[in-house]
């Protein structure tokens, strides 16, 4: 049973089933668009993530994940403060992609700008038909700021990217998912339920194994061939001398599923 939780703020809702969390980003009537109080109960949340908590998923009230910077608070920033506005929010990012908890995201409507560099700091994304992926920063007279030409970019490619930013163009769920933008292209109303059908899934695996894969893959693709495969015979050492191996052996041997929690 889904309860609210105290740690809902004026632009967030969270909600608990079992060791899941759902954090529900609540600014309905501005598409969910990203202000500084959002930014800030993200970090607020995964600086310090509800004891027991195994697996996240972030959406978005009202039909939209998130359409982007809320170009209202940033008409007159200044060079300086944009610095530090966009470090902290690259700040706030990794703590979503590295901070150990597997964090899955339902993406309908506007998944924009910087919705999408949101999106892309979860590890699974689910796309239902009405989510439509753009960077209109160009048409903005501005330049990603939260970790696109790395999240992004990487995932595109800096070819398409650029191609992306330039034209202003939107893809689907389909061609999202063809992209690598979205791992799941699901039909109207069945992202929740997929959603938490995942996050089951893998708040089940073993937890150091977990934290192993959030943090070491994308870091050994950072690496040369050389010490990415020493990292990995790093990672698989411990892993294997792990309490969670030694259940998942035992498991095996007994014919059973593990019970890694």
Not at 86 to 105: M, T
Not at 136 to 152: C, K, L, M, N, Y
Not at 179 to 197: F, Q
Not at 238 to 246: E, I
């Amino acid at each position: 049973m889904m309860q609210s939780s105290a740690r809902d703020t004026s632009v967030t809702r969270v909600e608990f089933d079992g060791d899941i969390a759902t954090i529900i980003f609540n600014r309905p009537e501005k598409r969910n668009a990203m202000n500084d109080a959002l930014v800030d109960a993200l970090d607020a949340f995964f600086s310090n993530p509800p004891e027991g908590v195994s697996a996240v998923i972030l959406r978005g009230e009202g039909g939209h994940f998130c359409s982007g910077l809320d170009l209202a608070e940033h008409e007159s920033r200044k060079p300086i403060p944009g610095v530090y506005h966009s470090r902290n929010w690259h700040r706030v990012s990794e703590l979503i992609e590295f901070g150990g908890l597997p964090v899955i995201s339902v993406l309908t409507g506007a998944v924009i700008g910087g919705g999408l560099e949101i999106a892309t700091s979860t590890h699974v994304r689910i796309a239902e038909p009405s989510v439509r992926f753009q960077l209109p920063e160009g048409r903005r007279g501005i330049f990603v700021g939260g970790g696109a030409t790395v999240r992004v970019g990487r995932i595109l490619g800096a070819d398409r990217m650029r191609e992306m930013m330039l034209t202003g163009r939107s893809y689907g769920a389909e061609d999202g998912l063809a992209l690598g933008l979205t791992h799941y292209a699901v039909a109207e109303g069945e992202g929740i339920p997929l959603a938490l059908k995942l996050a089951r899934r893998i708040a089940d695996n073993a937890p150091f194994s977990n934290y192993l894969m959030i943090n070491a893959i994308s870091r050994i693709g950072d690496m040369s061939r050389s010490d990415g495969m020493f990292t990995e015979s790093l990672a698989a050492a411990m892993s294997q001398s792990s309490a969670g191996a030694q259940e998942g052996l035992r498991a095996f041997l007994e014919k059973r599923e593990p019970k890694f929690r």
